[in-house]
């Protein structure tokens, strides 16, 4: 992860990038609904890059030297939004590290992104418009259960009753605008994300078949 040494993704007036040239799918749901299991699934059917605003957060918050590591250590713990500067500035660094790396590679699955309005309307202005968002509807409980059973295990944080409760309520109050404003633009892929993850991903794969997505087809070479 490069060191993060400009904030200045966010402000941008023009896009980085045209939505011809990079493919982005945003993928919300509330916390525990499987975005991550899903894009996982994803990255090897269909070749996507797979980049988690949380996982970048937690890395920036480990990185040593990092100035922002203790706000955003505070932010998660309390299930709240890290400002949109650092976020955008992450992900622009992790597409840009990418494309360098991953020569071609120009489609991503930005999981847990954006959370709040202001995210969403700087992302799309200064980096790159979205094509669409897949969003993995599911019901608290459900998500409550998966999330202290993972909490068993993840070493996380914010996987305990309490941060949980704080992480639903922003989901409601913060995070669900988001998906009703992209919903108002026609750019809403809705999954119910209740069944197990064999079954959701049926769904997933059918719904973006419906958009123009299909997996990436490996051509046989036949020995002469
Ligand atoms: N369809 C499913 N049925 C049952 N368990 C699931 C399903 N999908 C994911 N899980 C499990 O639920 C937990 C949360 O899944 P996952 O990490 O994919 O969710 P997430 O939406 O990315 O969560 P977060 O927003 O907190 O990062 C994991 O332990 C995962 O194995
Ligand atoms: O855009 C974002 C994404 C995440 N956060 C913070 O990180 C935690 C954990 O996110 P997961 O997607 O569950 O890994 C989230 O509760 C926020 O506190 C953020 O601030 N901005």
Known sequence: MPALESLGAATRTKS????????????????????????????SDYGFKHLSAGDLLREEQDRPGSEFGDMIKSYIKEGTIVPMEVTIQLLENAMKDTMEKEKGKRMFL????????????????????SKFTL??????EVMEERLLNRGKTSGRADDNPESIRKRF??????????????????????????????????????KLKERGIEPITLAIVQPS
């Open 135 to 140: 969003f993995f509807d599911c019901p608290e």
């Open 110 to 129: 930005i999981d847990g992104f954006p959370r709040k309005l202001d995210q969403a309307h700087a992302f799309e202005r200064s980096v790159v418009p």
């Open 169 to 206: 309520r922003t989901f409601i109050e913060t995070s669900m605008p988001v998906v009703n404003e992209f919903e108002e633009q026609g750019k809403v892929v809705k999954v119910e994300a209740v069944n197990a993850p064999d079954e959701v991903y049926k769904d997933v794969q059918s």
């Open 16 to 43: 980085l990038w045209s939505p011809d040239d990079v493919i982005v799918i945003f993928v919300l749901g509330g916390p525990g609904a499987g975005k991550g299991t899903q894009c996982s699934k994803l990255v």
